[in-house]
């Protein structure tokens, strides 16, 4: 029989991509150093999600399909109580989100909703213990947007929903390495995960990725890397600068951290000193 461990570890999937983004950020954040400030993004993202999130219910417990009106009728509800926040940082004025809400969900209800199948669950919530030893043990947590289908059946899937301002690049960076579509194949038993990303376009786009058990070891082999090095207690980690998210507008933590010796506007950060053109003779 195991002794009680030394360390309890739990890991949420949305902290295994904060550390992918900046090993110190995702130490701070974990740690409860830093406070997340809300902003249009996240407006946004959670009036078109927990829209979503109530259809799926709907459908899931009484097998009825709300009409688009009362979807909108949703939005609405869900923007303004998103956006009552007087701190709320808008990186667009609230009349463009609520109108970029109101696309996205016409969208989702008639270019995506057709392909879906009833769901055997929305907002699935999960506590897994991943790994166990003498010195720690680690919990994997996390919440499934949609699933359909049970776990065995070669046609279930997972599908989470997304809100970026633009379609993903790189497909072939996702399909090798996002973590969440490793984390919930592992915690569901169903192997095919669908990223639908929802953006100011007039088509969803999809990205289909599926996952194995070899991926899933490859997994529980980093989380606990990732525990041997929390419990090491260090005061920092490698800070991520080469990262689209390492800037004033997207890291919390940036003025407390690069941002302290950087004053310019990031944008302008390594532009050429001198620029010289091919018919200028320089003399040095």
Not at 31 to 57: C, K, P, T, Y
Not at 77 to 86: G, L, Q, T
Not at 224 to 236: I, Q, S
Request: aromatic letters at 10%; hydrophobic letters at 35%; charged letters at 25%.
């Amino acid at each position: 029989m195991l002794k009680s461990p030394k360390h309890v570890h739990k890991f949420r999937q949305s902290f295994l991509n904060d550390m992918w983004k900046c090993p110190e950020y995702g130490r701070r954040k974990h740690a409860g150093l830093i406070d997340e400030q809300n902003n249009s993004d996240f407006v946004r993202g959670n009036s078109v999600h927990n829209s979503i999130e109530a259809f799926g219910l709907e459908w899931l417990h009484e097998d009825t399909q709300m009409p688009l009106a009362t979807v909108l009728e949703l939005g609405q509800r869900c923007f303004d109580e998103e956006s009552a926040d007087p701190a709320t940082k808008w990186r667009n004025k609230p009349e463009v989100v609520l109108e970029q809400v109101n696309q996205r969900l016409t969208v989702w209800y008639e270019k995506v909703l057709p392909l879906l199948q009833r769901p055997s669950s929305v907002e699935e919530k999960f506590k897994i213990l991943a790994y166990e030893d003498d010195v720690r043990q680690i919990f994997m947590t996390g919440t499934a947007d949609w699933i359909e289908g049970e776990a065995g059946d070669p046609h279930a899937r997972i599908i989470d929903w997304k809100n970026p301002s633009a379609k993903p690049r790189d497909e072939w960076m996702y399909r090798r390495s996002n973590l969440q579509s490793i984390v919930y194949t592992w915690a569901t038993g169903i192997d095919r995960f669908m990223l639908c990303h929802l953006t100011n376009g007039d088509e969803p786009h999809w990205i289909e990725m599926g996952r194995n058990a070899r991926e899933h070891q490859a997994l529980i082999d980093m989380v606990v890397g990732l525990a041997v090095t929390l419990e090491a207690n260090l005061p920092a980690l490698p800070q991520q600068w080469d990262s689209w998210f390492c800037a004033e507008q997207w890291c919390p933590a940036w003025s407390d951290c690069r941002g302290k010796y950087i004053t310019e506007d990031i944008k302008d950060l390594g532009q050429p000193i001198l620029t010289i053109s091919e018919k200028e003779e320089v003399s040095i």
